[in-house]
Structure formats: C-alpha cells, structure tokens
C-alpha cells in the first residue's frame, strides 16, 4: 500500500515537471506567422506556409463595412484566393481564408465603407 502511494506521488510529479517544460517551449518558442500584409482600420492579413486568415487587432475594426482580403498564391497555383467580409465596427473575428496550394507571396487588405 505504502510503495503505491509512493509510486503515484512519484508519477505525479514527472507529470507535472513535464507540463511544466511544455508550457516553457510555448513561451520561448511561440507560433509565428510567416508574414503579416498590409493593415487598414486595425484589420490585415496574415500568413502561413499555405494557410492565412483575415484579422483585426486590438480593439477590432475601426469602421464597418466590407474588407477584402486576396492572397498571392505561388505558382503553379494561377489564381489568388480571396474572402470579404462584412464587419461591423469592433469586430476582432478570425475568418480563415482558402488555402493557397504551394505557398503564398502576400495577403493585401481592402476596405470599403
């Protein structure tokens, strides 16, 4: 009885040690995007190998209306991926865009009241 309670007491702290060295590479290591496009009323762009998504920092959009976002996808891809979305003044949702097939160049913002 007594070697289980040992036995446990010693498992739980091997979980908690290795917990703890996860969360350290998170902090030391965090994901970063590949680039970040051009910003217009807090919104933009941001990019991944293949993947990318339409954003808004801080406090979310500064004005509504329409933002559209393109991403230059790389060849032999010949079209560019596009979403637009309406958004209302604040909005801070992600919208994540199509995936470009081999890579992508950019992702420019527009906006339209």
């Not at 590949?34 to 993947?51: A, E, P």
């Not at 790389?74 to 801070?92: L, N, W």
């Amino acid at each position: 009885m007594r070697s289980r309670k040992l036995l446990r007491s010693v498992t739980q702290v091997g979980l908690t040690l290795t917990l703890a060295g996860a969360a350290v590479t998170l902090l030391v290591n965090p994901a970063s995007a590949d680039g970040v496009g051009n910003k217009i009323n807090n919104c933009y762009g941001i990019w991944w190998n293949t993947d990318w998504n339409q954003e808004c920092e801080g406090s979310g959009a500064t004005k509504a209306g329409v933002y559209k976002s393109t991403a230059d996808c790389t060849a032999p891809q010949i079209t560019d991926e596009t979403i637009e979305k309406t958004r209302v003044s604040g909005s801070s949702n992600s919208y994540d865009g199509p995936d470009c097939s081999f890579g992508i160049h950019g992702v420019d913002t527009w906006f339209s009241g």
